[in-house]
Protein backbone atom coordinates (compact mmCIF):
# COMPACT_ATOMS: atom_id res chain seq x y z
CA UNK A 1 0.00 0.00 0.00
CA UNK A 2 1.47 3.40 -0.99
CA UNK A 3 2.48 5.87 2.19
CA UNK A 4 -0.06 7.96 1.81
CA UNK A 5 -2.96 5.99 1.67
CA UNK A 6 -1.87 3.97 4.39
CA UNK A 7 -1.66 7.70 5.80
CA UNK A 8 -5.24 8.37 5.41
CA UNK A 9 -6.69 4.77 6.78
CA UNK A 10 -4.90 5.88 9.91
CA UNK A 11 -6.42 8.70 10.25
CA UNK A 12 -10.30 7.65 9.00
CA UNK A 13 -9.23 5.17 12.25
CA UNK A 14 -8.75 7.66 14.66
CA UNK A 15 -11.10 10.00 13.09
CA UNK A 16 -13.86 7.51 14.02
CA UNK A 17 -12.81 5.72 17.32
CA UNK A 18 -11.37 8.72 18.80
CA UNK A 19 -11.61 12.18 17.47
CA UNK A 20 -10.90 14.50 19.86
CA UNK A 21 -8.45 12.61 21.70
CA UNK A 22 -6.66 12.14 17.74
CA UNK A 23 -6.62 16.23 17.89
CA UNK A 24 -5.58 16.91 21.63
CA UNK A 25 -3.76 13.42 22.73
CA UNK A 26 -4.35 13.86 26.66
CA UNK A 27 -4.31 11.12 28.33
CA UNK A 28 -6.78 11.84 30.60
CA UNK A 29 -9.29 11.81 27.76
CA UNK A 30 -8.60 8.78 25.95
CA UNK A 31 -11.54 6.84 24.90
CA UNK A 32 -14.00 9.68 23.94
CA UNK A 33 -13.26 11.32 27.37
CA UNK A 34 -12.83 15.27 26.00
CA UNK A 35 -15.95 16.91 27.18
CA UNK A 36 -16.48 18.71 23.70
CA UNK A 37 -17.04 22.10 25.23
CA UNK A 38 -13.59 22.16 26.78
CA UNK A 39 -12.16 20.76 23.57
CA UNK A 40 -13.41 23.69 21.70
CA UNK A 41 -12.42 25.86 24.28
CA UNK A 42 -8.90 24.89 24.24
CA UNK A 43 -8.57 26.83 20.12
CA UNK A 44 -8.74 30.27 22.11
CA UNK A 45 -5.87 30.62 23.00
CA UNK A 46 -3.75 29.12 20.55
CA UNK A 47 -5.85 31.49 17.75
CA UNK A 48 -5.63 34.09 19.45
CA UNK A 49 -1.45 34.28 19.87
CA UNK A 50 -1.54 33.82 15.62
CA UNK A 51 -3.96 36.67 15.12
CA UNK A 52 -1.90 38.49 17.64
CA UNK A 53 0.78 38.07 15.65
CA UNK A 54 -0.91 38.60 12.45
CA UNK A 55 -1.82 42.17 13.92
CA UNK A 56 1.85 43.22 13.98
CA UNK A 57 3.41 41.38 11.38
CA UNK A 58 1.16 42.31 8.51
CA UNK A 59 -1.58 44.34 9.92
CA UNK A 60 -2.45 44.97 6.28
CA UNK A 61 -3.48 41.11 5.41
CA UNK A 62 -6.66 41.12 3.45
CA UNK A 63 -9.33 39.05 5.47
CA UNK A 64 -11.27 37.65 3.54
CA UNK A 65 -11.04 33.72 3.09
CA UNK A 66 -8.46 31.68 4.65
CA UNK A 67 -7.52 27.89 5.30
CA UNK A 68 -6.99 25.54 7.43
CA UNK A 69 -4.99 22.37 6.77
CA UNK A 70 -5.55 19.71 8.69
CA UNK A 71 -8.62 20.98 10.26
CA UNK A 72 -9.34 18.42 12.54
CA UNK A 73 -13.08 18.06 13.13
CA UNK A 74 -12.55 22.09 12.67
CA UNK A 75 -11.35 23.05 16.51
CA UNK A 76 -10.24 26.59 15.69
CA UNK A 77 -12.84 27.64 12.65
CA UNK A 78 -15.29 29.96 14.82
CA UNK A 79 -12.13 31.52 16.87
CA UNK A 80 -10.25 32.56 13.40
CA UNK A 81 -13.73 33.81 12.20
CA UNK A 82 -13.42 36.61 14.53
CA UNK A 83 -11.10 37.91 12.36
CA UNK A 84 -12.01 36.19 8.74
CA UNK A 85 -14.77 36.09 6.94
CA UNK A 86 -14.80 33.01 5.69
CA UNK A 87 -13.16 29.62 7.32
CA UNK A 88 -12.59 26.90 5.06
CA UNK A 89 -11.30 23.53 6.47
CA UNK A 90 -9.55 20.99 5.23
CA UNK A 91 -8.42 17.42 5.86
CA UNK A 92 -7.62 14.23 4.56
CA UNK A 93 -9.68 12.08 7.12
CA UNK A 94 -13.40 11.80 5.96
CA UNK A 95 -14.14 11.26 9.85
CA UNK A 96 -12.65 14.40 10.51
CA UNK A 97 -14.56 16.38 8.37
CA UNK A 98 -17.97 14.87 8.78
CA UNK A 99 -17.54 15.52 12.87
CA UNK A 100 -16.41 19.52 11.39
CA UNK A 101 -19.59 19.87 9.11
CA UNK A 102 -21.45 18.79 12.75
CA UNK A 103 -19.48 21.04 14.97
CA UNK A 104 -19.31 24.18 13.17
CA UNK A 105 -23.16 24.22 11.22
CA UNK A 106 -23.55 27.40 12.92
CA UNK A 107 -20.69 29.34 11.44
CA UNK A 108 -19.68 30.99 8.05
CA UNK A 109 -17.45 27.84 7.04
CA UNK A 110 -17.04 24.82 4.31
CA UNK A 111 -15.17 21.77 4.72
CA UNK A 112 -13.14 19.44 2.08
CA UNK A 113 -11.67 16.52 2.29
CA UNK A 114 -7.81 16.26 0.45
CA UNK A 115 -5.20 13.52 -0.63
CA UNK A 116 -2.31 14.01 -1.51
CA UNK A 117 -2.22 17.40 -2.96
CA UNK A 118 -4.28 20.17 -2.88
CA UNK A 119 -5.36 19.86 -6.14
CA UNK A 120 -8.92 20.87 -5.05
CA UNK A 121 -8.12 24.26 -4.80
CA UNK A 122 -7.89 26.35 -7.36
CA UNK A 123 -4.01 29.30 -7.58
CA UNK A 124 -4.17 31.73 -5.60
CA UNK A 125 -7.49 31.68 -3.83
CA UNK A 126 -6.50 32.26 0.25
CA UNK A 127 -5.62 34.85 2.06
CA UNK A 128 -4.40 33.13 4.82
CA UNK A 129 -3.27 29.61 5.56
CA UNK A 130 -2.73 28.25 8.80
CA UNK A 131 -1.53 24.65 10.05
CA UNK A 132 -1.10 23.62 13.22
CA UNK A 133 0.02 20.05 14.56
CA UNK A 134 -0.36 18.43 11.26
CA UNK A 135 2.66 18.55 9.36
CA UNK A 136 4.50 16.37 12.08
CA UNK A 137 2.02 13.48 11.25
CA UNK A 138 2.76 13.31 7.73
CA UNK A 139 4.43 10.34 6.29
CA UNK A 140 8.01 12.16 5.87
CA UNK A 141 9.87 15.28 5.37
CA UNK A 142 9.38 15.14 1.18
CA UNK A 143 5.51 15.16 1.75
CA UNK A 144 6.25 18.11 4.49
CA UNK A 145 7.72 20.41 1.71
CA UNK A 146 5.32 19.27 -0.81
CA UNK A 147 1.96 20.60 0.72
CA UNK A 148 4.20 23.78 1.76
CA UNK A 149 4.95 24.00 -1.90
CA UNK A 150 0.62 23.51 -2.29
CA UNK A 151 0.47 26.20 0.17
CA UNK A 152 1.99 28.66 -2.02
CA UNK A 153 0.67 27.61 -5.11
CA UNK A 154 -3.06 28.51 -3.20
CA UNK A 155 -1.95 31.62 -1.25
CA UNK A 156 -3.20 34.88 -3.16
CA UNK A 157 -0.15 37.47 -3.77
CA UNK A 158 1.11 38.87 -0.64
CA UNK A 159 -0.89 35.74 1.39
CA UNK A 160 0.25 34.70 4.67
CA UNK A 161 1.22 31.69 6.05
CA UNK A 162 1.54 30.26 9.36
CA UNK A 163 2.26 26.85 9.70
CA UNK A 164 3.72 24.39 12.77
CA UNK A 165 6.74 21.90 12.62
CA UNK A 166 8.81 20.37 15.32
CA UNK A 167 12.59 21.56 14.71
CA UNK A 168 13.89 18.49 16.50
CA UNK A 169 12.66 15.72 18.43
CA UNK A 170 15.41 14.11 21.47
CA UNK A 171 16.40 10.56 20.06
CA UNK A 172 14.37 8.69 22.96
CA UNK A 173 11.69 9.89 21.82
CA UNK A 174 12.04 8.52 17.85
CA UNK A 175 12.33 5.56 18.36
CA UNK A 176 8.15 5.47 18.56
CA UNK A 177 7.16 1.96 20.11
CA UNK A 178 3.63 2.55 20.35
CA UNK A 179 3.20 3.23 16.31
CA UNK A 180 5.69 0.30 15.64
CA UNK A 181 4.12 -2.05 17.88
CA UNK A 182 0.69 -0.93 16.40
CA UNK A 183 2.06 -1.71 12.67
CA UNK A 184 3.67 -5.19 13.81
CA UNK A 185 0.20 -6.45 15.19
CA UNK A 186 -1.30 -4.78 12.40
CA UNK A 187 0.90 -6.76 9.95
CA UNK A 188 0.11 -10.30 12.01
CA UNK A 189 -3.59 -9.42 10.90
CA UNK A 190 -5.04 -7.56 14.22
CA UNK A 191 -7.79 -5.29 12.98
CA UNK A 192 -6.91 -1.23 13.78
CA UNK A 193 -10.18 -0.86 15.87
CA UNK A 194 -9.08 -3.75 17.90
CA UNK A 195 -5.67 -2.73 18.50
CA UNK A 196 -6.83 0.65 19.78
CA UNK A 197 -10.05 -0.03 21.50
CA UNK A 198 -8.68 -3.18 23.13
CA UNK A 199 -4.95 -2.63 23.43
CA UNK A 200 -4.68 1.57 23.61
CA UNK A 201 -2.13 1.04 20.83
CA UNK A 202 -1.96 4.35 17.68
CA UNK A 203 -0.58 4.55 14.83
CA UNK A 204 0.41 8.58 15.20
CA UNK A 205 3.66 9.22 13.77
CA UNK A 206 6.08 12.58 14.53
CA UNK A 207 8.30 13.81 12.10
CA UNK A 208 10.25 17.00 12.57
CA UNK A 209 12.70 19.74 10.31
CA UNK A 210 15.72 21.43 11.48
CA UNK A 211 14.74 25.28 11.41
CA UNK A 212 18.15 26.01 9.36
CA UNK A 213 16.84 23.48 6.90
CA UNK A 214 13.11 24.87 6.99
CA UNK A 215 14.14 28.37 6.77
CA UNK A 216 16.47 27.74 3.72
CA UNK A 217 13.42 25.94 2.06
CA UNK A 218 11.44 28.94 2.56
CA UNK A 219 13.84 31.24 1.06
CA UNK A 220 14.30 28.38 -2.22
CA UNK A 221 10.99 27.89 -2.55
CA UNK A 222 10.26 31.85 -3.26
CA UNK A 223 8.69 32.40 0.99
CA UNK A 224 8.90 35.85 2.56
CA UNK A 225 9.94 34.66 6.35
CA UNK A 226 8.53 37.60 8.71
CA UNK A 227 8.97 35.55 11.89
CA UNK A 228 9.87 32.15 13.32
CA UNK A 229 8.65 31.51 16.74
CA UNK A 230 9.20 28.86 19.18
CA UNK A 231 6.34 27.15 20.40
CA UNK A 232 5.16 24.80 22.99
CA UNK A 233 2.55 23.06 20.51
CA UNK A 234 4.23 19.37 21.15
CA UNK A 235 4.69 19.62 25.05
CA UNK A 236 8.08 20.07 26.63
CA UNK A 237 10.09 16.84 25.22
CA UNK A 238 9.78 18.47 21.47
CA UNK A 239 11.19 21.28 20.28
CA UNK A 240 8.61 23.22 17.64
CA UNK A 241 8.60 26.49 15.46
CA UNK A 242 5.54 28.31 14.37
CA UNK A 243 6.76 30.03 10.62
CA UNK A 244 5.11 33.17 9.80
CA UNK A 245 5.92 33.07 6.23
CA UNK A 246 4.55 35.84 2.96
CA UNK A 247 3.97 34.78 -0.76
C1 LIG B 1 -3.53 16.34 15.59
S1 LIG B 1 -4.82 16.63 14.46
C2 LIG B 1 -4.93 18.42 14.47
C3 LIG B 1 -6.27 18.94 13.98
C4 LIG B 1 -6.40 20.47 13.95
N1 LIG B 1 -5.32 21.08 13.23
C5 LIG B 1 -6.47 21.05 15.34
O1 LIG B 1 -5.46 21.56 15.81
O2 LIG B 1 -7.54 20.99 15.96
C6 LIG B 1 -4.06 16.31 12.89
C7 LIG B 1 -5.03 16.36 11.74
O3 LIG B 1 -4.28 16.37 10.51
C8 LIG B 1 -4.99 15.60 9.58
N2 LIG B 1 -4.06 15.20 8.51
C9 LIG B 1 -3.07 14.32 8.59
N3 LIG B 1 -2.45 14.23 7.39
C10 LIG B 1 -3.07 15.08 6.55
C11 LIG B 1 -2.90 15.42 5.18
N4 LIG B 1 -1.96 14.85 4.44
N5 LIG B 1 -3.72 16.33 4.64
C12 LIG B 1 -4.69 16.91 5.40
N6 LIG B 1 -4.91 16.61 6.69
C13 LIG B 1 -4.11 15.71 7.28
C14 LIG B 1 -5.55 14.44 10.40
O4 LIG B 1 -6.59 13.76 9.76
C15 LIG B 1 -5.97 15.17 11.67
O5 LIG B 1 -7.29 15.61 11.58
Known sequence: MRKIEQHKKNWETLGEV??????????????NNWDLDDFIKTGELEVGNVLNQLKILV??????????????????ARYFLKYF?????????????KKAREINSAYNT??????ADLKIFPDNKFDFIYSGIVLQHLPNKEFIKKYILEFKRILKAQGVLVFQ???????????QPVRRL??????LGFSEKFLYQKIGLYPIKMSFIPESDMRKFLR?????????????????????????CRK
Open 18 to 31: DPLWAVLSDNSKRF
Open 59 to 76: PELNREEMLDFGCGVGRL
Open 182 to 187: YNFLKF
Open 220 to 244: DSGFEVLAIKEDTYCGPRVQSRTYY
Open 110 to 115: EFFVNY
Open 165 to 175: VPSKIPWTYRF
Open 85 to 97: QKYNGTDISENMI
